[in-house]
């Protein structure tokens, strides 16, 4: 499993972050969620976590320049060497292009594409669920109805047009994220391997 390089694609509320988090405590990969790298500058108040803040709000995408540049920055640090999840990135067909340039400038490639297929009325269920479970103050603000249509709206128009592209290149993979958790797991482990 050294040195692997995965990709999670899937809608919002699909299950990527947790997925990624068991696969990175099972074979020491690192995760980068992109949407945590975000919300990390909002909270710490930098100059590009205020621009950020309302578009994620909002449910659009912040724009590939800046995504690129970040996620080629953290790449380079040393807790990636042992393998990455991204979770979250690409979102574009523009950013998944120059994601393959980067990593081959960086002399590294993806290994596996994973698509977390959930319809979109699953996701409405679940996004309920996660709202009533968080606790008062902790709610994202981008964790609501309004907010998931239009993510959704963005998932399908921009980022689903990287499946077939990733697909092209006999990378990607299905996995039904509506089975259980722990299934959908046995899933993911059975296509990366030991
Ligand atoms: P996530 O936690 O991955 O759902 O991301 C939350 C929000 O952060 C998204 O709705 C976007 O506004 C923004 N975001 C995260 N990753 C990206 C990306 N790769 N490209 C553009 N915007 C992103």
Redesign the pocket.
Known sequence: MKGKRVIFMGP?GGGKGTQAQRLEDKYGLKQL????M?RAAVAAGTELGNKAKA??DS????SDDI?VGMISERIDQPDCEPGIILD????TVP?AEALDVMLSEKGMKIDAVIELRVEDSILYDRIRKRASEAGEGNIRA?DNEETLRK?LEVYHAQTAPILPYYGQKGLLHVVDGTLPMDAVTRELEGILGE
Do not use: H, K, Y
């Open positions: 919002p969620s992109t949407g945590d975000l578009i994620i449910g659009a995408l912040v995504m979250g990135f690409p979102r950013q981008d993510r």
